[in-house]
């Protein structure tokens, strides 16, 4: 006479995630007979069947197992280890239920399955469902969203992937409890990587750097001084090591519409320039300092060559203070290479002092104070 069995299954919402491996749900029943009695330490065969939407719902997934009872009549599975009938066990959205498990067993363990079961599945396992859900998922030891995130919020802005709300304080904390790793931001898009991190090796300074891509991706440091503040506040462009409260380690722009003009700092004649020049006007004034203390000032009708404006005439101050014009090698107090011209008076200028010169238009002739009388030269 065929037996009839009474089954009784509890679902363990539980998930088993390992590492390179699927993932797995638990899943226990008791079987018992026609009499109510218990089959222990007996071999059965299983089939499991994941069903979305309904008891009649289609099969996403199907499996085989064959596990024995143990001396209480228990089973104990886990889904997702069988033999695969239909569809992927780790690959089941479980957002997209309801969900419902239909066992079918063979109590002698074969597959001629006399009992079936149906139930649905009222939650899932955590893990599970943020593997293969539209919101959270978790890939290895990874967990994401495709959506926005609010963190004390509901609001959402279009574009804005984070939103950070507080009453007092929306602040966000990135931590780093190595003495040897450096807490830091990645900004990255197809045209390079933007770093920012306290340098610990330097003095905890923080630094701005540009990349090709992530340094664990492989990615190599192609701009390491464009930004350094030290923990006195000073602040380096170019240049890791400030001095001063702003240290420039190369040449400065500074753009003023609608004339485009241009301040810079570079390293010409083995010393510190500024120069004051315009991008496309042709036109320029450059103050350089030398190894020796000299100054140049320089007006230039080519616009700026490399680092350095294109001179026309110049003017050279030494740190003796002779002065030359047109010329960087001045002699005297005074050096002129080149005409000078005195626009001519009529009349002798007042309260002169011996040495005193001018250019007489009357008599056209050079006149030279002598400290009594206004002499002519010739």
Same mark, same amino acid.
């Not at 066992?103 to 001629?112: A, F, H, K």
């Not at 963190?151 to 507080?166: F, N």
């Given at each position: 006479?065929?037996?009839?069995?009474?089954?009784?299954?509890?679902?363990?919402?539980?998930?088993?995630?390992?590492?390179?491996?699927?993932?797995?749900?638990?899943?226990?029943?008791?079987?018992?007979?026609?009499?109510?009695?218990?089959?222990?330490?007996?071999?059965?065969?299983?089939?499991?069947?994941?069903?979305?939407?309904?008891?009649?719902?289609?099969?996403?997934?199907?499996?085989?197992?064959?596990?024995?009872?143990?001396?209480?009549?228990?089973?104990?599975?886990?889904?997702?280890?069988?033999?695969?009938?239909?569809?992927?066990?780790?690959?089941?959205?479980?957002?997209?239920?309801?969900?419902?498990?239909?066992?079918?067993?063979?109590?002698?363990?074969?597959?001629?399955?006399?009992?079936?079961?149906?139930?649905?599945?009222?939650?899932?396992?955590?893990?599970?469902?943020?593997?293969?859900? @539209?919101?959270?998922?978790?890939?290895?030891? %990874?967990?994401? $969203? &495709?959506?926005? +995130? #609010?963190? *004390? !919020?509901? =609001?959402?802005?279009?574009?804005?992937?984070?939103?950070?709300?507080?009453?007092?304080?929306?602040?966000?904390?990135?931590?780093?409890?190595?003495?040897?790793?450096?807490?830091?931001?990645?900004?990255?898009?197809?045209?390079?990587?933007?770093?920012?991190?306290?340098?610990?090796?330097?003095?905890?300074?923080?630094?701005?750097?540009?990349?090709?891509?992530?340094?664990?991706?492989?990615? @190599?440091?192609?701009?390491?001084?464009?930004? %350094?503040?030290? $923990? &006195?506040?000073? +602040? #380096?462009? *170019? !240049?890791? =090591?400030?001095?001063?409260?702003?240290?420039?380690?190369?040449?400065?722009?500074?753009?003023?519409?609608?004339?485009?003009?241009?301040?810079?700092?570079?390293?010409?004649?083995?010393?510190?320039?500024?120069?004051?020049?315009?991008?496309?006007?042709?036109?320029?004034?450059?103050?350089?300092?030398?190894?020796?203390?000299?100054?140049?000032?320089?007006?230039?009708?080519?616009?700026?060559?490399?680092?350095?404006?294109?001179?026309?005439?110049?003017?050279?101050? &030494?740190?003796?203070?002779?002065? *030359?014009?047109?010329?960087?090698?001045?002699?005297?107090?005074?050096?002129?290479?080149?005409?000078?011209?005195?626009?001519?008076?009529?009349?002798?200028?007042?309260?002169?002092?011996?040495?005193?010169?001018?250019?007489?238009?009357?008599?056209?002739?050079?006149?030279?104070?002598?400290?009594?009388?206004?002499?002519?030269?010739?």
């Amino acid at each position: 006479m065929k037996k009839i069995i009474t089954f009784c299954a509890a679902i363990l919402m539980t998930a088993s995630v390992f590492a390179q491996a699927p993932e797995k749900m638990s899943y226990q029943a008791v079987i018992r007979d026609a009499g109510n009695t218990l089959i222990t330490d007996q071999a059965i065969g299983m089939q499991i069947s994941i069903l979305q939407g309904s008891i009649f719902g289609a099969s996403v997934y199907v499996e085989t197992q064959a596990p024995n009872t143990n001396n209480n009549g228990l089973v104990s599975i886990e889904i997702g280890s069988g033999t695969v009938v239909n569809g992927t066990f780790n690959t089941i959205d479980w957002s997209s239920g309801p969900y419902f498990i239909k066992t079918e067993t063979d109590p002698t363990g074969g597959t001629s399955y006399t009992i079936t079961g149906t139930s649905q599945l009222l939650s899932v396992p955590y893990a599970l469902f943020a593997k293969n859900s @539209s919101g959270w998922q978790t890939i290895d030891d %990874t967990t994401h $969203t &495709l959506n926005q +995130v #609010g963190i *004390g !919020t509901a =609001s959402s802005y279009p574009g804005v992937e984070l939103v950070l709300s507080d009453d007092v304080f929306a602040s966000q904390v990135i931590e780093t409890s190595g003495t040897t790793t450096d807490a830091e931001i990645w900004l990255k898009n197809p045209k390079g990587v933007w770093r920012m991190h306290g340098d610990q090796s330097d003095g905890n300074k923080l630094k701005f750097g540009l990349w090709t891509d992530y340094s664990e991706a492989g990615g @190599s440091n192609i701009l390491s001084k464009a930004l %350094t503040i030290d $923990t &006195l506040g000073r +602040v #380096g462009m *170019g !240049t890791t =090591s400030p001095k001063e409260r702003l240290q420039l380690g190369d040449k400065m722009f500074i753009h003023a519409e609608p004339v485009v003009q241009a301040i810079m700092y570079n390293q010409f004649w083995n010393g510190g320039n500024w120069e004051y020049a315009s991008d496309n006007a042709a036109s320029g004034i450059e103050f350089n300092s030398s190894n020796s203390g000299a100054v140049a000032i320089w007006t230039a009708v080519n616009g700026i060559s490399g680092n350095q404006v294109l001179p026309l005439s110049r003017i050279m101050i &030494l740190n003796n203070g002779n002065v *030359g014009i047109n010329t960087t090698t001045p002699a005297r107090s005074l050096h002129i290479s080149d005409v000078m011209r005195l626009e001519p008076r009529a009349s002798s200028p007042s309260s002169p002092a011996e040495g005193d010169i001018y250019m007489d238009s009357t008599t056209h002739k050079l006149m030279v104070y002598d400290g009594s009388t206004w002499q002519a030269c010739w």
